[in-house]
């Protein structure tokens, strides 16, 4: 036997306690800059600049940063600076309560740019209500915190696609492909990933009723998140069910080790198991063209895909100051803060309640080249959604892009407010336990 | 679960082993000699992933995988024996604490350097091209790489099993774990038999960074995310029995691969290792293959 211990016990508290403050950890960052005005007014973010959702808390604290600036150059708001006040949660909900706390209590901020994923908003979103600082949700989108009466906060202002209307969209996809009947369903295990591929379930058996769809058993459905970098067992479990396709929602680093890991396995893992995924600029960036062709996506705002004046403005600005493509997230959270600012100037003042009434009912122009308005009620931007499939951008970028593009109408993908309201009554779940929520079980869906 | 299924996902459990016993077996073997939990020890594997990443990337895919393990272990090694010579001599007559501070601020201070000199954005490589492509076996598909993974562990351990009971220096090695002053009494310079484990242990970090470079993205949070499992490894194995991480690192590897394919337990996987690591330390705080408190 190989032993090399003298005296091995005595640490292991003092190490598993600093291991835990190891994984807790993030670092800070904030911008400065001249002042040639009132004051300076600060915008906070608590998002992901470490851990598993870095990629994507990169991208915002880019964005957001550039619309700061972007303000800055044009006089600010209501003659004041803007400055974004960025703290990392290294995708840790307990370091973005502890982030957002600082940023309402300490840093005084005028509004808060929602986090990446929805567990940090489900944890962060009950402080802005509790200070009345407005909130608004660009990346996380689950449309729990609109409808369950215990997150319902009314300074939550969402202009993200919400996981109904994600994942009632792809299951609808999908239910075009007649060929499809035998689905592997992977997910991240909580709120997002279930309550995304709930819809997604719901989605497709709305909309294909006789579809009589084969799934891989539901309580393997949903996958440590975030998880552990190595993806063999589902990998494995994919090609032990042999699926017609695999609908997926995982994202970031762990969608990118998924598509890798899959494709050493086999080259034409994807073609032999055609795959629907959320994805983003992130991820087809990342992977480059190792990315599969033939791949489903449904994206939130990929800028190659709904060109417009001024998003190739913004993505030609983008480019010339940080050398990337701005992601589907730093388009959207862009465009938060420039629905804060319009809001505060029509407001003349950063008090939340008078700028959410300049919030909530109006219309913004978006990036994404339409004009969305936040409807009264769940306070939700009818937003779309880009589909599409995975083909050669032809030397254009280094990644590939979307061909066959569809890009959703808000209008036609947003949850009736009849739903809206049956969910917040609890009328879609069983003995008044939120999470037997089916769709199912809403007296509207049945009709 | 038929006979080829069994195979297919003791096969997947057996490739995260690989690379976790690499990088724990480090861990281990720092502890053992030195008395230094290193929690620095994933930010070395982080390092030498980035460096592999981005060599391969300038060398190309032929020839770049065996120019980035060059370069990784090169400079992985010469950042062991940075941190050893600068910061861990000065505190192993510390308290316990003060040396995983020590340790611990090493990691942030890396974590930032990283995100500095490689940027946030993830990187992703192929494997060589020797080692591409998938074969089949029972009607499932495996990665050749998961397989180069574990030979590559295995020749490892044995490498370490070499190292330490048929050379000198590991003759030297378990001597300063009995007795240092001893040693040092005898005319062996400790301090620089010190400095060489620690560039060891390093060099074994950086094996697993430059093996799992091909076969996972690349980004500046790896560190923490292998630390955890292989101080998991570590408890489990018995901290510094090279023996014990090999055990350890196949018990975490396989019951995660098993634990997400059965229906019952796939909420827990992840949790099982944990668990199993709480056992161990009740059962038998000394670990698996660990020597108990003299």
Known sequence: MISLVRKPTGWLVLATAALLVAAACGGTSSTTGTTTFKGVKKIGISTAISGQSALYGHAISQAVNLAADDLNAKGGVNGYKI????????????????NTQQLILQDNVAAMIGPVTSAQCTGTSPISRQNKVLFIAATCNSYQLTTEPDLINPYYVSIVPNTFMEGTSAGALVAKLSSVKKIFIVSPRYIFGISETNAFVAGLKKANPSGNYEFNDQSKWYVPFPTNPNWSSTINDIQAFKPDLVYSNIFAADQINFVKQALQVDPNFFKTYPMTTLSSVDELNTLGSSYPAGMHLYMRAPFFAIGNS??????????????????????????????????AAAAGTFDSDKVLKQIVGKSFQSLRGYTFTIRPGDQQANVGETVGTTGDSAGKYPFPVLTGVTNLKGDDILMPTTLMNELRDGKCEKGGDPKTTDFALCPSWKA | MNPAQLLLFAVGGLSNAAYLFIVAAGLSLVFGALRVINMAHGSLYMIAAFVT????????????????LVAALILTGVVGAVIEIVVLRR??????????????????IIAGLVRIVFGPNYRTMRPPAIFSGSLSVAGFRYSVYSFVMIAAAILIAAGVYLMLYRTALGRNIRAAVSDSELLSASGVNVARLFTVVFVIGACLAALGGVIVAPSQAVGSSM??????????????????????????????????SFGLENSYTNQFALAFVFIIMAAVLIVRPWGLFGTPEQ
């Open chain 2, 91 to 108: 505190v192993y007559r510390e308290e316990h604490l003060v040396q995983l501070l020590g340790t611990y601020a090493l990691t942030l």
């Open chain 1, 83 to 98: 400055q974004a006040d960025i703290q990392d949660d290294g995708t840790d909900v307990n370091k973005a309560v502890q």
């Open chain 1, 310 to 343: 001024r998003l190739d403005d913004f993505v030609k600005r983008y480019r010339a100051r940080y050398n990337e493509y701005p992601s589907d997230w730093a388009v959207m959270d862009y465009d938060a803060v420039q629905v804060w600012a319009k809001a």
């Open chain 2, 223 to 256: 560190d923490t995310d292998v630390l955890v499992l292989a101080f998991a490894i570590s408890v489990i194995g018995g901290l510094g029995s090279i023996i014990g991480s090999l055990v350890g690192s196949v018990i975490v590897g396989e019951v995660y």
């Open chain 2, 53 to 68: 990443v981005v060599v391969a990337e300038k060398l190309g895919l032929a020839f770049g995988f065996w120019g980035a």
